[in-house]
């Protein structure tokens, strides 16, 4: 049976759904290759959306017209703000969902678009003629020809589940692993790896002492993932709580009676772990002056019995897993529904795909999500979002489409992957950003949405919605830059928060920079034109935006001028065929790996990892020549 499409997406995660989707909202026809359509948009670990900069890039993935963001808030029965106690580059949006609801939900986005066809199978081999793909075939023997391939296989190649001394063959609890591909792109000549990634144990809510435990809310005012959602109607489910407790002593030692049937310690586990979200058994190693570590206790649906046990990753065997568990405070008569488990899978290192995300070894091919050795749903969806612009834009000849490290966290994290590859899950980090103060969850819109309107994906509406924002934004800063304050009236307000008083009128814009002086606050107070000030009184995001605006203005420019300083290295570009054996002044170790990451730029030529100061030096010499 021969099948014919544009493209070809093989896995149906948060990688697969968004790249479909992009292709399809770019006019293209799409299989979405997966095993089991239910199992579209499945919540393989914890049912939350977002945290710390992974909440960046959801909104980002949002601002460019992706899916990630609609379907969280409309499956999400928690949203938090994380770190509001600290600087607006940090802030981060976090969803708790339901995690069927979730699946649910993504099923109908994809089934909205006529252009995507759903095929339940797996890809054993893809087909390649004269280094350009040519199509795949699938395990069912059917043969699919297309132009494009974007491969999002998540922990499928290979995968295999360990708890304890036990494994059992597959890439998610109850679902069978993809086999044939490894084998067929090493046999192309792709250098693969082993990977691992865990889960905690799902508990049933009705046997936890819920009386004796913290309890951790939600906002009182959520904000939503997406731009484009409704706050009038929103959050559009019932709200619940999440829990903490934490583990002790006590339980440190019973986790370390089955460390000799642990499969990462006794060698059965190959795979490098994420170093940045350990199991338990390798935090109790990894920080033994630790007394106790946090557990949050987060509801997996609305009509779900489950507790999925954030903070103890494990791949314990299953009663020392529970004899812990039990042990732990709330949870002394606790249900073990399920222990958890560790995942081994196959990856291909990412210095093998260009900033597009296309391979560098076959044209039309792409990976995208953990298959370059990344970490988590929304690392994984902005990939697959990159993955699909790149691969649409190359059938319908466009523009490629790369975003750089001062635009967006999605080009630090693309940047990162290929530049300095990685032997360990990448995870994305607001410290991995160097200009994150510029690149702030709240004005994902602002910076991006006119690349999402220039791909087709973000609608004429909306971009000038996006715009008006803008001359709002900067009217209102005007405004506050030319109207004053008198002291006799702000200084009733100093005093009280015991900041220095006025000894004149002071203009708005000037009085906001003060550390503990709120816009809101200043704007209750009289001023010299109340009238005018009237549209940005009654507009929390007009009061947010401006009050982050002119208190961090400093620091905001001081980022953006060394962005343009940098900026004249990116556009020192090197060809891509460009041959570095000829330079036999560059070092051994910088020959090699521009050879390798066949960097596009000076600028990304000076970020690779082992290239030197010198060679970047030698380089610019050759290239003005």
Known sequence: MNLNFDIVVIGAGHAGIEAACASAKMGLHVALVTMEKKAIGRMSCNPAIGGTAKGHLVREIDALGGVMGIIADQSGIQFRMLNRS???????????????????????????????????????????KNKKIAGVVTSENKQITCKVVIICSGTFLNGLMHTGLKAISGGRFGEMPATGLTECLVQLGFESGRLKTGTPPRLNKNSINWDILEVQSGDEKPQPFSFRTDISEFPYLPQVNCHITYTDATVHQILEKGFNESPMFTGLIRGVGPRYCPSIEDKIVRFKDKERHHLFLEPEGLDSDLIYLNGFSTSLPAEVQLEAIHKIKGLEEVEMIRPGYAVEYDFFPPHQVDLTLETKLVEGLYFAGQINGTSGYEEAAAQGLIAGINASAKILQNEEFVLKRSEAYIGVMIDDLVNKSTEEPYRMFTSRAEHRLLLRQDNADRRLSKYGHKYGLISDDLLQEIQEKNVKLLIGRELLETIRVHSKDINPLLQRIGENQSESSEFIAKLVKRPE??????????????????????????????????????????QEEVVKKVEKFEELHIPLNFNYSNLNSLSTEGREKLSKVKPRSIGQASRISGVTASDISILLVYLRK
């Open 517 to 558: 002086l709120k816009l809101s606050d200043i704007l209750s107070v009289k001023s010299e034109n109340d009238a005018a000030l009237e549209e940005i009184k009654n507009s929390e995001y007009l009061i947010e935006q401006l009050e982050i605006e002119l208190k961090y203005e400093g620091y905001i420019k001081r």
């Open 86 to 128: 600290k600087g607006p580059a940090v802030w981060s949006p976090r969803s708790q969902n339901d995690r069927k609801l979730y699946s649910e939900v993504a099923i109908k986005v994809v089934e909205s678009y006529n252009n995507i066809r759903i095929i339940e199978d797996s890809v054993v081999e893809v087909l390649v």
